[in-house]
């Protein structure tokens, strides 16, 4: 059974950092995508960045790019996004998801929220 454990998020000022990890479980992280989306209050579902893990090939949302950074460890069955430059547009449930995009199974997110 695949899960995927998200963890990492809290409350931060325009300007900072966190970074956000998922722990999975239950498949071959080596060899999967991975991906980061959010969902800002009332709105869809945005994709953030996704991995190769067993590549590292990225790719990042324009609206993250040079902020924020995925990276996989293997050794350690771990997805990872830090996030640097906090906007408060950044504030969403962000979550990680198996796959490359916004489709496949997600955890059960963690809450960012980017305020001063």
């Known amino acids: 059974e695949v899960q995927l454990v998200e963890s990492g998020g809290g409350s931060v000022q325009p300007g900072g950092s966190l970074r956000l990890s998922c722990a999975a479980s239950?498949?071959?992280?080596?060899?999967?995508?991975m991906s980061w989306v959010r969902q800002a209050p009332g709105k869809g579902l945005e994709w953030v960045s996704s991995?190769?893990?067993?590549?590292?090939?990225?790719s990042y949302a324009d609206s993250v790019k040079g902020r924020f950074t995925i990276s996989a460890d293997n050794a350690k069955n771990t997805l990872y996004l830090q996030m640097s430059s906090l906007k408060s547009e950044d504030t969403a449930v962000y979550y990680c998801v198996k796959g490359w995009g916004t489709i496949g199974q997600r955890g059960q997110g963690t809450q960012v929220t980017v305020s001063s």
């Open positions: 239950g498949f071959t992280f080596r060899s999967s995508a």
């Open positions: 991995i190769l893990s067993y590549s590292s090939r990225t």
